[in-house]
């Protein structure tokens, strides 16, 4: 008798098992999704925030998000209230924000200090020099431009103004803002009057001495245009005023600038299009 109810026991047994199985698989599933949705406390905006403004404790509130959610760039509380990392209370903000967002690492301007010797290539060197509006293509050079630099000085020995190409395909790395330490200046309102560039430690000296006896230009320059002349040609008064010298510049302008009127191109070579009245 008992051996006719071994297959039927085992097969409640093996019934039994593959329930427990699933039942754990099931749980362990539900856990796992569970795990994603626990939440932490992180630090948000408690107000909109304009782009620039130094934080205190009225600005800013805690609330919970989703582990999942949350990186290394959030601003973590722990449960006694504890920020993780350096309080932002005193910090600028570099982006705006409005209530509820998230305030991260990367939004204040120390964070934006370290990241800039990232853009500094190994052996070179960032120099800034002083502008103004006249001698920086009125202020339309940004980051990431192109310029090439001159610089205007006087001859010690014939009390002459000279100039000469200091500088070619020079990458611009920054602009410094009037009052950048102490007024902020919404974008549309944004003056600047130092600018920064890449440049070798031979160059950064070069720019050092011509910004201390002379005047220096920036002109900006298509940043896919690699040309490069192997000479300088130093610039004076006397080539200024030699009518032979601007008729070879000027013929040398229309071959190398494409002209375009109306519809019609003066001539064949590609280069950068001037439209002209």
């Not at 109306?262 to 590609?270: F, Q, V």
């Amino acid at each position: 008798m008992l051996s006719g109810k071994n297959p039927l026991f085992i097969a409640l047994a093996l019934g039994l098992m593959a329930g427990l199985i699933a039942y754990s698989a099931i749980k362990a599933q539900q856990k796992k999704v569970k795990q994603g949705w626990e939440t932490v406390n992180i630090l948000c905006a408690k107000i909109d925030i304009p782009e620039g403004t130094e934080l205190d404790n009225e600005m800013i509130a805690v609330k919970e998000m989703p582990v999942k959610f949350v990186t290394e760039s959030n601003m973590k509380v722990d449960e006694e209230g504890s920020l993780k990392q350096n309080s932002p209370v005193g910090q600028r903000v570099m982006v705006p924000l409005k209530a509820g967002d998230p305030i991260l690492v990367s939004h204040f301007e120390s964070a934006r200090e370290a990241e800039f010797s990232t853009m500094i290539n190994p052996k070179g060197r960032a120099v800034t020099i002083d502008v103004q509006e006249r001698n920086a293509v009125g202020l339309w050079v940004r980051p990431n431009d192109h310029v090439d630099v001159i610089g205007s000085f006087r001859d010690p020995d014939l009390n002459q103004l000279k100039t000469v190409t200091l500088l070619q395909n020079v990458v611009v790395l920054a602009t410094g803002h009037i009052n950048a330490n102490t007024t902020y200046v919404p974008d549309e309102e944004k003056r600047y009057q130092t600018v920064t560039l890449l440049a070798l430690p031979e160059e950064a000296e070069l720019l050092t001495l011509a910004q201390e006896t002379g005047t220096i230009t920036l002109l900006l320059r298509n940043p896919d245009d690699l040309d490069y002349q192997e000479k300088r040609q130093v610039v004076d008064f006397k080539t200024l005023m030699t009518g032979e010298r601007a008729s070879e510049l000027q013929q040398k302008r229309y071959k190398t600038i494409q002209i375009i009127r109306g519809n019609k191109s003066a001539t064949e070579n590609t280069g950068v299009a001037v439209k002209t009245e």
